[in-house]
């Protein structure tokens, strides 16, 4: 069995809106904290927002398939059911997406499907599922991202 998990640590602005967001939105459960951080489990990964409010701002932009992707954000590969679970229950409590749901590359070996949302203190997240898992890494030559 392999136990390795993923560890992200982040800066917020306000640690209780962020506990709110991440709890309550994402349904993530809370682990340790203390005044100044707070633990987080995604998806069985670790997740530490630390309240540092200097370190929140906007990052710069890369256009990919025609979308504006912030340069710096982090998110998670789900299985396609759990993907569209999230968006729908994201949808039903009128979740601004920053990028809206799609699937990019139809038809290629790297169909995927993708969306964006930001937590309240400007972090971007992705979510995405691809439609064959072995093909995450898979190289292949992109045209027109």
């Known amino acids: 069995m392999n136990n ?4 992200l640590a982040f800066p917020v602005h306000d640690l209780e809106l ?3 967001f991440y709890i309550k939105v994402l349904s993530c459960k809370l682990g340790r904290e203390s005044n100044k951080w707070a ?3 995604l998806y069985g990964h670790q ?3 630390h309240l540092s409010p200097e370190d929140c701002n906007n990052h710069k932009l890369n256009i990919v398939d025609g979308d504006q992707i912030p340069s710096f954000h982090f998110g998670l590969i789900l299985e396609w059911d759990e993907w569209e679970k999230l968006y729908k229950s994201l949808k039903s ?14 038809n290629q070996s790297g169909e995927q499907g993708t969306f964006f949302i930001k ?3 400007g972090n971007v ?4 599922s691809f439609k064959d898992f072995n093909c995450i890494f898979t190289k292949q030559e992109i045209k027109n991202v």
Do not use: G
Not at 4 to 7: I, L, V
Not at 93 to 106: A, D, G, S, Y
Not at 125 to 128: D, G, L, P, W
């Open 4 to 7: 390795n998990r993923f560890h």
């Open 18 to 20: 962020s506990k709110d």
């Open 39 to 41: 633990d987080f489990n």
């Open 47 to 49: 997740l530490v927002a």
């Open 93 to 106: 409590i009128k979740m601004k997406f920053l990028i809206n749901p799609k699937i990019r590359f139809q």
């Open 119 to 121: 937590d309240p203190s």
């Open 125 to 128: 997240i992705e979510f995405k």
